[in-house]
């Protein structure tokens, strides 16, 4: 019994200590709605509040382009030339993905063909990593975090980060130029389309390779399912139970509804022309998109398709897939990605001649706002920001 006390004591000075050292862990700072906005031409990102369309600020994300130039062999740096022609210039941002904490941004840089890392506070890069071939695409992040998924474009596969190390764990072959990534909404699969070689003329469509839909199993990569097409695969989006996509296709002035059952279209729907549109040929239109854009709301009943070469942003109903009315733009602003914002009622828009971003409200199809943000924005993401890392970003 008399070691009674000094048990109790000991007891007692091991909950007071770990009580002491979880006080002392740092307090998770609170975190902000955002669309993340991909500056190509420029290399940064902004942030935007979702709620409010403020410009928070930007972050850098090629504060080492000076030193990757440099260190290019000849060879090298000849394919980067070719590959910044291609894409019609400078094309730093090809993606951009927050981790769930807040704290980290992760990127693809287009035309540097690599994936990077940064802390957003103080705007060090955490890691660097070259893809196969010569430019990193679309990017996706898994639910968890743990995973960033890039299309190696010229590589022909997708190829997976460990998002602590950058290190690449893995990949699976996709069509010829794999470009948009995405996770199913369980996150147990992802959904790759390829779109062909771009810079090929339609009237050699056949030569531009192979146009499909691969989905992977997200844990062993394995290549579950392929869908074909006769024409590159753009923007889509995928009802969370797998069974529908809407896609937006290479030269279609529209979007498909496609029946993943069954392996096949069944409606194509064709958006009217504008006059500047209508106008153009096939082989003007910018990367072979008539029109690059797709969202879906949050209760699932509403599309936000940008109409590229038309200069418009389409709010569509589904499952009728009428249209409620159009946001007009001025000429040649380039309409070239949609998203939701959280909260599901709006869609944000990259005007990429513009450098602007336009909200769309989904229930009255009208602009309610105009952001500014930096040179050619593109993708954008949404996610949240911890409010203690916003100090870092460029104002």
């Known amino acids: 019994m008399a070691r009674l006390p000094a048990l109790l004591a000991l ?141 190696a474009i010229t590589a022909a596969k997708s190829q997976t980060l460990d998002t602590a190390t950058g290190r690449i764990t893995g990949e699976f072959p996709t069509g010829t130029y794999p470009h948009e990534n995405m996770y199913s909404a369980d996150g147990n699969r992802i959904y790759n389309m390829s779109i062909g070689i771009t810079s090929l003329p339609k009237a050699l469509n056949l030569l531009k390779g192979t146009k499909q839909v691969t989905v992977a199993d997200a844990k062993t990569l394995k290549v579950l399912r392929k869908y074909t097409f006769d024409k590159g695969v753009r923007p889509a989006v995928i009802t969370p139970d797998e069974k529908t996509m809407y896609a937006q296709l290479s030269y279609l002035n529209g979007f498909i509804e496609y029946d993943l059952v069954a392996g096949r279209t069944v409606r194509t729907i064709e958006m009217p022309f504008s006059a500047a549109g209508a106008a153009l040929k096939p082989d003007d239109y910018p990367q072979n998109s008539a029109h690059h854009g797709m969202a879906m709301n949050g209760a699932g009943d509403k599309l936000c398709v940008a109409g590229t070469i038309d200069d418009y942003t389409a709010v569509v109903s589904r499952p009728a897939l009428t249209t409620d009315g159009f946001v007009h733009y001025e000429p040649g602003a380039l309409p070239y990605w949609s998203l939701t914002a959280p909260g599901g009622h709006h869609c944000f828009v990259t005007l990429s001649h513009r450098d602007e971003v336009s909200v769309v409200d989904y229930r009255t199809a009208k602009e309610v706002a105009r952001v500014k943000v930096g040179d050619f924005p593109q993708r954008e993401r949404a996610g949240k920001v911890a409010e203690a890392a916003l100090p870092g970003l460029d104002r």
């Open 11 to 151: 007891t007692l000075t091991l909950a007071l200590g770990s009580v002491t050292a979880s006080s002392a862990e740092e307090p998770r700072s609170p975190l902000r709605d955002v669309v993340v906005v991909g500056n190509s031409a420029d290399g940064t990102v902004s942030f935007l509040d979702s709620r409010t369309y403020e410009n928070l600020g930007s972050l850098d994300v090629i504060p080492d382009l000076d030193e990757i130039l440099a260190g290019m062999d000849p060879i090298r740096r000849a394919a980067y030339e070719v590959v910044k022609q291609q894409a019609g210039g400078d094309k730093f941002v090809d993606d951009a993905h927050l981790s769930p904490d807040g704290r980290t941004l992760y990127v693809s840089r287009g035309n540097l063909g690599d994936a990077a890392a940064y802390d957003i506070a103080s705007g060090r890069q955490l890691w660097r990593t070259h893809l196969d071939g010569l430019k990193a695409d679309h990017a996706a992040l898994s639910p968890d975090g743990s995973t960033f998924v890039v299309s």
